[in-house]
């Protein structure tokens, strides 16, 4: 069993920046964040394996950055150049078991946090 608490989100002025944290327990792997918006199903932002691989959605390349440190069991993600698309809840996801392999579907993550609100205003 994996439990996951988020934290980090709130309200950010377009053009700015957040850091979104993930504590984990338990063996995990893969990580992943993903957020859903109003209306909108749920989809992958970002992902990263128990070997370090990392994938990204393609509307936040170049702008949020996934790491994580096994010390403290803990997942981040920063997020700069916050835009008001970017607005949703945003989920902290763990993958227990199966292959290595930062996936980006939601469907393949067997653990869930709570979530935490990210709103960006114009």
């Known amino acids: 069993q994996v439990q996951l608490v988020e934290s980090g989100g709130g309200s950010v002025q377009s053009g700015g920046f957040l850091r979104l944290s993930c504590a984990a327990s338990?063996?995990?792997?893969?990580m992943g964040w993903f957020r859903q918006a109003p209306g909108k199903e749920r989809e992958g932002v970002a992902a990263?394996?128990?070997?370090?691989?990392?994938a990204y959605a393609d509307s936040v390349k170049g702008r949020f950055t996934i790491s994580q440190d096994n010390a403290k069991n803990t997942l981040y993600l920063q997020m700069n150049s916050l835009k008001p698309e970017d607005t949703a809840m945003y989920y902290c996801?763990?993958?227990?078991?199966?292959?290595?392999?930062?996936?980006?579907?939601?469907?393949?993550?067997?653990?869930w946090g709570q979530g935490t609100q990210v709103t960006v205003t114009s």
């Open positions: 996801a763990a993958g227990g078991s199966g292959i290595w392999y930062p996936d980006l579907r939601p469907g393949l993550y067997n653990y």
């Open positions: 338990g063996y995990t792997v893969k």
């Open positions: 990263i394996d128990r070997g370090g691989n990392i």
